[in-house]
C-alpha cells in the first residue's frame, strides 16, 4: 500500500491565507451589523428624546405672554416681556453649535387679579379680594457634553438665576406683589444630547409662527449618522418675537 503523501508547505499556506480570508469576512461582517444595530438604537433613543423635547418647547412657546393684571374687567401689562430670540439664529439658516450660549428666552403668566375698588358698585359682581399671578420663565440655550458634541437645554423656573445659565440678562418676576414664583413643584429642567445645529425660522409677522428645526448627529463605529427633527410652535397670546444679542 503506497505511502500518503503529506501537505506541502505551499498548501499550508494557501490553506491558512484562506482562512484568514475567511475569518476577515466574517468580523467585517460582524462588525458592520453591530455597527447598523448600534446607529439604529441611537437614531431611535434620540428620536424620541428628540420630539419629547420639541414638543415641551412648544407647549412653552405657546404659552408664552407678558405679565398682566385684570382689574374691573380690563387687561392691564406690568411689564413687556416679549420671546427674546438671539440674533444668531435669527437668518432662517441652520446654526452650527459650538460652546456655550443662549437661543432664546420668554416668560409664561398667569395673570394677577385685583378687586375693584371699594364702592364702585362692581365688588359684588367680581371677586372681592386681590389674587396674586404666577410668573414664570423659559429659557433654551446649549452647552458641550462631557463626552463631546453640544447639548440643548431647555429650563423653566420661576428663579431668574435658574435662567440665567448661559444668558446675559433673562426675565425676572414683576416686583410689587401682584406676581408669585412658580412653584418648586412645578420647574422642569430637559436637555437633548447630540446637537450638531439649530434652525429657526421666524414668521415676517412678530406674533407669528416660529419652525424650529434640530440636527442630531453622532459617529458610530466610524459612521456618522444624522437626521432632523422640527416643531411649529405657534403663541398663542401678545408675546411677540423680538430679535436681540444678548
Known sequence: MAGRRGFTLVEILIAAGLLSA????????????????????????TQKDAQVF????????????????????????????????????????????????????????????????????????????????????????????????????????????DLNTNLAAPYDCPPGGDFQRLPTSARSRFQLDDVEAVRII?????TGPLEISVTLAKTVQGRKVSFVETVLAKPIHDAGVTVSSF
Not at 109 to 137: D, H, V, Y
Open 22 to 45: 475567511l475569518l476577515l469576512t466574517f468580523f467585517g461582517m460582524f462588525r458592520s451589523s453591530t455597527g447598523q444595530f448600534q446607529a439604529g438604537s441611537w437614531r431611535h433613543v
Open 54 to 161: 420639541l414638543n415641551h418647547l412648544r407647549s412653552l412657546i405657546e404659552k408664552a405672554n407678558h405679565p398682566y393684571v385684570l382689574e374691573s374687567g380690563n387687561q392691564r401689562p406690568i411689564e413687556n416681556q416679549p420671546i427674546m430670540l438671539h440674533t444668531a439664529f435669527s437668518g432662517n439658516a441652520p446654526v452650527t453649535l459650538s460652546g456655550t450660549g443662549g437661543i432664546l428666552y420668554f416668560s409664561v403668566n398667569t395673570p394677577a387679579e385685583r378687586a375693584p375698588p371699594a364702592g364702585s358698585g362692581m365688588a359684588s359682581l367680581l371677586q372681592t379680594s386681590n389674587r396674586p399671578g404666577i410668573w414664570s420663565g423659559v429659557a433654551l440655550s446649549y452647552q458641550p457634553m462631557p463626552t463631546g458634541g453640544q447639548r440643548l437645554v431647555l429650563i423653566h423656573s420661576g428663579e431668574s438665576a
Open 202 to 206: 421666524r414668521s415676517p409677522i412678530a
